[in-house]
């Protein structure tokens, strides 16, 4: 267990390794209860949204999620946030985003001040009155199935609603952060406990384990997705960081959107990549990327892959060393290792017919 942005977290359960093979082969189950989670409430929460994330929000329809970007007036990433648009059992809408534990308080604070003198938005901060619970790899819908989460298979992508599980009322979405199919489950802190002990023992006789931090960022960098702190920071851009389908810059405006406007047709800034080393040494954050002996970029993350079996990394170079097949080189605690630019994602689920 290590503190993580406040809360008491688990690193792993039983190892690393197991842990990510279980989630790849039959589910794993996350606790991230420490991701912040905002309510929206009020006709005025769509137009308020809009005008702070880098994606359109008052065009989403009930049920739908989106995943975008706050940020900074320079274009900086303070987060990278989901967005939902739901329905209360009445049919009043509300709007709900889930934000990074470590950003939570910093994102409040950045909201507050567009709330001053608004009669017609509420925002409610959910974190500790809820519970968030992931469950990842094949056997995640089924899994949820055992509880009552009725066919979240055939739900779309990116998609949520509210649903009863094991007899409390929870926000389930087809959503996740390990590369895998999956739901993740927002219900009340006090049915929390019930629920994951009722998930281990449905799925602990067909292999679905508890999971940690280690895992879930084993996992996050084989299917390429970015950190907060490591890929992303108030010192980069949703474009050099590969994530230009999550800015919708036609016809709107946005905090931010000005200076993204410019930084769109900026080809000379450094953009992410991904790393395969040669032999076993991982590459770690801030490890200086070279090309001829001289730096030419920096890693962001970097670990052994257990899929894989080899090391991984993402890093940030110059746009002339970022073409996938290019050769550079990782300077790994003052060994030289080899290094070849590859395309992202290093890892990317096998299709349900295969």
């Known amino acids: 267990m290590v503190d993580f942005a406040g809360w008491a977290m688990p690193v792993q359960y039983e190892s690393i390794v197991t842990e990510h093979h279980a989630t790849r082969q039959a589910a794993g189950l996350f606790d991230v209860s420490h991701m912040g989670r905002f309510r929206f409430d009020g006709a005025g929460s769509a137009a308020l949204l809009d005008g702070i994330v880098t994606r359109r929000v008052a065009d989403l329809r009930p049920g739908q999620i989106r995943y975008a970007l706050v940020t900074n007036a320079q274009g900086g990433i303070l987060d990278d946030v989901l967005v939902y648009r739901l329905e209360d059992p009445d049919g009043t809408p509300f709007h709900w985003m889930v934000v990074n534990a470590s950003n939570r308080e910093k ?12 009669d017609d938005v509420q925002l409610t901060d959910c974190t500790t009155e809820t519970a968030m619970i992931a469950i990842q790899g094949p056997l995640a819908h089924q899994l949820a199935g055992s509880l009552g989460v009725v066919d979240s298979a055939s739900w779309k992508y990116y998609t949520g609603r509210l649903v009863e599980v094991a007899g409390h009322s929870a926000i389930v979405s087809r959503t996740g952060y390990t ?84 930084l769109s047709q900026d080809a000379a800034q450094p953009r992410r990549i991904g790393l395969m080393l040669s032999g076993r040494r991982a590459a770690r954050q801030h490890y200086a990327v070279l090309s001829a002996g001289s730096q030419v970029g920096e890693v962001t993350s970097g670990m052994f ?34 290094a070849r630019v590859v395309k992202l994602p290093f890892y990317t689920r096998p299709s349900p017919t295969t």
């Open 179 to 262: 590369g895998e199919d999956g739901v993740e489950l927002i219900v009340p802190s006090e049915g929390a406990e019930e629920i994951w002990r009722a998930l281990i023992d449905k799925g602990s006789a067909d292999g679905v384990r508890a999971a940690g931090l280690g895992a879930r960022d084993t996992l996050r960098l084989e299917a390429a997705m970015p950190l907060y702190g490591h890929e992303l920071t108030e010192g980069n851009n949703p474009f050099q960081a590969g994530l230009k389908f999550a800015v919708n810059l036609q016809g709107r405006q946005f905090i931010g959107s000005d200076a993204l406007r410019g």
């Open 305 to 338: 892959s257990p899929t894989l079996e080899q090391p991984i990394a993402m890093a940030y170079v110059a746009p002339e060393h970022s073409e996938p097949g290019g050769e550079l080189e990782v300077d790994v605690r003052g060994t030289v290792v080899k």
């Open 107 to 118: 994102i409040i604070r950045w909201i507050q001040p567009h709330l001053s003198g608004s």
